[in-house]
Antibody
Framework: EVQLMESGGGLVQPGGSLRLSCAAS????????MTWVRQAPGKGLEWVST????????YYADSVKGRFTISRDNSKSTLYLQMNSLRAEDTALYYC??????????????WGQGTLVTVSS | QSALTQPASVSGSPGQSITISCTGT?????????VSWYQQHPGKAPKLLIY???NRPSGVPDRFSGSKSGNTASLTISGLQADDEADYYC???????????FGTGTKVTVL
C-alpha cells in the first residue's frame, strides 16, 4: 500500500509563502493524478488543486487560483504545493491524496496524515 | 463552485440503517457517475468508502452502499455500529470550472 508523507507546514505571516511537499512510496508515481485537499480547524474538506500523472494538466479551486501552484517531480515521487500571498483563511491541515488513476476523475484512495499551515501575525 | 449539500447530522441506534444525502447540480453529481464518499474519524485522514456512485474498495464492509438519482447521491449504512460514528463527506467530479467539489459533511452519531 502506498504511503504519503506531507511536510513543509508551519506558521507564516499573512502575505508570506510556504512550499508543501508530499513524498510517495510509489515507484509508478507518474501513473496517478495527485490532489491537495485542506481542512480548516473544525471545518469540512475543501478541494485545493489536482495535477494529472504526467504533470501536464493542473486545476485549482477559485479560492487559491493565482496564489498557489501545484507541481510534481515524478523522478522523486514527490508532489508539491507552492503557496504564495497567504491569508488567514488559508489556515488549515493540508492533505495530499492519490487518485486511483491517471486523471482527477478517479477517486482519492490514499491520503497522507496532513501538514498544518497556520497563517497569523 | 459551491459545496455539495449534506445534512449536518444524522443519528441512529446500533443495528439500524441510516441514509445520508448529497445534493449537487447538473454540472457535478447529475453529470457524472464520479461520486465518492469518505469517512473521517476525529483526528484521522479521510478514508474512501464508495467510489463511482456505488462501488466499494476492497476491505470496505458491504454495510456501506451508495446510489444516485438525478442530482442527489446517497450513502446508506446498514447495521449501524459504534465505529461508524464519524464524519462523512461526499465528493463529485465537476465540469463547471474547478475539477472537484466536496460535500458540506455529515456527522453520524450512534445513539
Amino acid at each position: 500500500e502506498v504511503q504519503l508523507m506531507e511536510s513543509g507546514g508551519g506558521l507564516v505571516q499573512p502575505g508570506g509563502s510556504l512550499r508543501l511537499s508530499c513524498a510517495a512510496s510509489e515507484i509508478t508515481f507518474s501513473n496517478y493524478a495527485m490532489t491537495w485537499v485542506r481542512q480548516a480547524p473544525g471545518k469540512g474538506l475543501e478541494w485545493v488543486s489536482t495535477m494529472n500523472g504526467s504533470g501536464g494538466s493542473s486545476y485549482y479551486a477559485d479560492s487559491v487560483k493565482g496564489r498557489f501552484t501545484i507541481s510534481r517531480d515524478n523522478s522523486k515521487s514527490t508532489l508539491y504545493l507552492q503557496m504564495n500571498s497567504l491569508r488567514a483563511e488559508d489556515t488549515a491541515l493540508y492533505y495530499c491524496a492519490k487518485h486511483t488513476g491517471y486523471s482527477g476523475s478517479h477517486p482519492l484512495a490514499f491520503w497522507g496524515q496532513g501538514t498544518l499551515v497556520t497563517v497569523s501575525s | 463552485q459551491s459545496a455539495l449539500t449534506q445534512p449536518a447530522s444524522v443519528s441512529g441506534s446500533p443495528g439500524q440503517s441510516i441514509t445520508i444525502s448529497c445534493t449537487g447540480t447538473s454540472s457535478d453529481v447529475g453529470a457524472y457517475n464520479y461520486v465518492s464518499w469518505y469517512q473521517q474519524h476525529p483526528g484521522k485522514a479521510p478514508k474512501l468508502l464508495i467510489y463511482d456512485v456505488s462501488n466499494r474498495p476492497s476491505g470496505v464492509p458491504d454495510r456501506f452502499s451508495g446510489s444516485k438519482s438525478g442530482n442527489t447521491a446517497s450513502l446508506t449504512i446498514s447495521g449501524l455500529q459504534a465505529d461508524d460514528e464519524a464524519d462523512y463527506y461526499c465528493s463529485s467530479y465537476t465540469s463547471s470550472g474547478p475539477l472537484y467539489v466536496f460535500g458540506t459533511g455529515t456527522k453520524v452519531t450512534v445513539l
